[in-house]
């Protein structure tokens, strides 16, 4: 697919490298199984996508853990890059982040989180009601042989963690996708998605364009983003809430893209994130504007302005 090639992400080679190597070893996301997750309608007008004028902002708040004596544990990551990087996933969806700042939580004892009641709890340090509640820390728990790289507290929820070497990988998006109340591609709390897609708006991930997922994984999709795992189904190798390969997952899809603006729309634990200072705009095709406006561009990829 040429659009999914060209916005592929732009990662530090380090970072991919340690990527790829850490998904051959296990990886995972700790965000507590849904036990009930909402059916939303399949179309609302209101709610359009890129291009409309209604773009939604939502404000993040960057929690940064360091030991109780106030030293840092790891270099503080760029958080801008950050909030850059979550905008190529979430500007095409007509939904623009912004950051709102940053403190530090000088704790020791979440420096490494152990397991997940030490997530939810540092979840509700310093947690604020009005913005997306994002905590970075050294590790998260290991677990099946592999290890947790970001959780949220829940599906939906206003804060997630991330390991300080996952902020620049898919797990960033993938774990805010979860706020908004995304499942996993290969979900099976209201049912198994039948491979031909029938039941799509009851069971899997509530999401028709994002097609059955037997569970990717290193043991079903290549290095060049491959499903072979066979048995019927055809899976989205690059879908961000999907358990592919980490250098793979780089799109949401228009369904994903609904269901999100509609939980931030409604869903009560969400109804106070948004904010008022998205000032860049990207990956739109047309802006116009009936007055003189000042409007930052990024991430445009070669296209053409005029």
Avoid at 54 to 76: Q, Y
Wanted: charged share 15%; with cysteine.
């Amino acid at each position: 697919k040429t659009t999914g090639i060209m916005k592929k992400r732009k990662l530090l080679l380090i970072g991919l490298l340690i990527w790829n190597i850490n998904s051959v070893l296990g990886q995972s996301c700790g965000t507590p199984h849904p036990v009930n997750p909402t059916i939303y309608p399949l179309e609302d007008t209101s709610l359009q996508a890129r291009g409309s004028s209604s773009a939604l902002c939502i404000d993040v708040f960057f929690h940064i853990v360091r030991n109780t004596n106030g030293t840092n544990t790891f270099t503080i990551p760029n958080l801008d890059a950050i909030v850059n990087d979550l905008n190529e996933f979430y500007s095409p969806h007509n939904i623009l982040i912004n950051n709102a700042g940053s403190d530090f939580i000088n704790n020791s004892n979440f420096v490494n989180i152990d397991n997940d009641t030490e997530a939810r709890n540092l979840g509700q340090t310093n947690n604020r009601n009005d913005v997306i509640n994002y905590y970075i820390v050294e590790t998260l728990w290991n677990v099946n042989g592999g290890f947790i790289t970001g959780t949220a507290n829940s599906i939906p929820s206003n804060n997630l963690v991330i390991r300080r070497d996952r902020v620049l990988t898919s797990t960033s998006p993938h774990e805010l996708g979860h706020c908004l109340n995304l499942l996993h591609t290969h979900e099976t709390a209201r049912g198994v998605e039948a491979i031909n897609g029938s039941n799509c708006s009851s069971a899997g991930d509530l999401v028709c364009d994002t097609p059955a997922d037997p569970r990717l994984g290193t043991n079903n999709a290549n290095g060049n983003c491959e499903y072979f795992g066979g048995n019927g189904f055809n899976p989205l190798t690059n879908n961000i809430m999907s358990y592919s390969r980490g250098n793979c997952r780089d799109e949401f899809t228009i369904g994903q893209g609904h269901r999100m603006r509609y939980a931030i729309r409604n869903e009560s634990v969400l109804q106070n994130i948004g904010g008022n200072s998205c000032t860049s705009i990207s990956e739109v095709n047309n802006i116009c504007y009936h007055q003189t406006s000042n409007i930052t561009l990024s991430n445009l990829d070669g296209a053409i302005t005029t």
